[in-house]
């Protein structure tokens, strides 16, 4: 009775050695991750600890002689609906960490006490669930194989349910599309609407368009300013992006030091 | 080690990812812990098709599978719409109808 130690409850039979020993290295790894997850800051960093898991999940499938979903859960998983997530995250802003301030006052800790009540449920539960015997194993089943097996039932029992998950599949691609599709308020600026803007402003100081960056500065990079014939820098030469971030490398620093350096 | 445990495993994996859904305010993260708790499912689906000695379970797991793929791509193209409109992906900025 010594292996019964380590779980609460229900005995279905045991596992090899070796898988013991990967399933004791690979989930608490698994858990520490999935908690990872939710106290992360930026939504990238619980993509990645999300990504861990699911790896960790198809290596339990395999494991446990479910070859096809180990493969499936990589490829599906990791490789599909996570990339998927990451094309949103560079699109709604990678660095869109969220604050943790509470919006809902005092929500947290009956949130954790009630995650908590419900993993002590299911966890009663299938602690005092009975099996009918112990654990059959899956050596007679995947007798032919994996995908073999899996398919007999696919197309056979289950072709009903498969034909109505296309249906669903087309169903979310044609909804995807939907809702992804933005109706064009106003036709884009095209080079004559901007020419006639520029035109119709109140000053025409920059009628013929902006000075270029680096002129008169000795350098000409697009983060250097101009210099105006008074030799101050002319803010409006550097891009209104590198402006707003603050790249911009001042113009006297390549200044000449006197005269007579111009002169050798 | 009993096979038990893979369904313990599961609970836990299950009990996080609703926490998650719970606490976070980003939509995307929210996201990620309902298809953490969709993997957990998956995961006790495997361990009684073992049990049981049969594959339906893991044909079960598979449409497990699909639904959460259609799930994300609607949820997410969602999100994307609402960021659209209100420039932020967090779920308490989307409150419109309060009030």
Redesign the interface.
């Known amino acids: 009775m010594l292996h019964t130690a380590f779980h609460l409850g229900l005995t279905v039979g045991r596992t090899a050695t070796p898988e013991a020993v990967q399933f004791w290295i690979l989930a608490p790894l698994a858990v520490i991750a999935a908690l990872g997850i939710l106290v992360v800051k930026k939504a990238v960093h619980s993509a990645l600890l999300m990504a861990w898991v699911m790896v960790t999940l198809a290596i339990f499938y395999i494991a446990q002689d479910a070859l096809f979903l180990g493969i499936v859960q990589i490829v599906v998983y990791t490789g599909a609906v996570m990339m998927l997530f990451l094309f949103i995250l560079m699109l709604v802003g990678v660095d869109s960490s969220e604050s943790f301030v509470e919006n809902l006052k005092g929500q947290r800790v009956p949130a954790i006490i009630a995650a908590l009540g419900l993993g002590g449920l299911i966890a009663s539960l299938v602690g005092r669930a009975t099996v009918a015997g112990p654990a059959v194993g899956l050596t007679a089943a995947n007798a032919d194989g994996n995908v073999q097996g899996l398919a007999k039932l696919l197309f056979t029992q289950y072709v009903w349910a498969f034909e109505v998950v296309s249906a669903l599949l087309i169903t979310a691609a044609l909804g995807a599309m939907v809702l992804a599709h933005s109706q064009k308020v106003r036709s884009p600026f095209a080079q004559r609407d901007l020419s006639i803007a520029r035109f119709r402003k109140s000053s025409l100081g920059d009628a013929a368009g902006l000075p270029a960056s680096g002129v008169y500065a000795r350098h000409n990079a697009v983060d250097v300013p101009a210099l105006l014939p008074d030799g101050s820098p002319a803010p409006t030469s550097v891009s209104q992006t590198l402006r707003a971030r603050g790249d911009i490398i001042s113009s006297s620093s390549f200044a000449l030091e006197s005269i007579e350096e111009q002169e050798d | 080690?009993?096979?038990?445990?893979?369904?313990?495993?599961s609970?836990?994996?299950?009990?996080?990812?609703?926490?998650?859904v719970?606490?976070?305010?980003?939509a995307?993260?929210i996201?990620?812990?309902i298809?953490?708790m969709l993997?957990a499912s998956?995961?006790a689906l495997?361990?009684f098709?073992?049990?049981?000695?049969?594959?339906?379970g893991?044909?079960a797991?598979?449409?497990t599978?699909?639904?959460?793929?259609?799930?994300?791509?609607?949820g997410?193209?969602?999100?994307?719409?609402i960021?659209?409109s209100r420039r932020s992906?967090?779920v308490?900025d989307a409150s419109l109808l309060k009030n």
């Open positions: 080690m009993d096979i038990s445990n893979y369904l313990y495993l609970v836990i994996l299950f009990t996080i990812g609703a926490l998650g719970l606490i976070r305010r980003n995307i993260v996201f990620m812990c298809e953490l993997n998956n995961l495997v361990t098709s073992r049990i049981n000695g049969n594959l339906d893991q044909v797991s598979f449409f599978m699909v639904v959460a793929a259609c799930e994300v791509v609607v997410l193209a969602i999100i994307v719409t960021y659209r992906a967090s308490d």
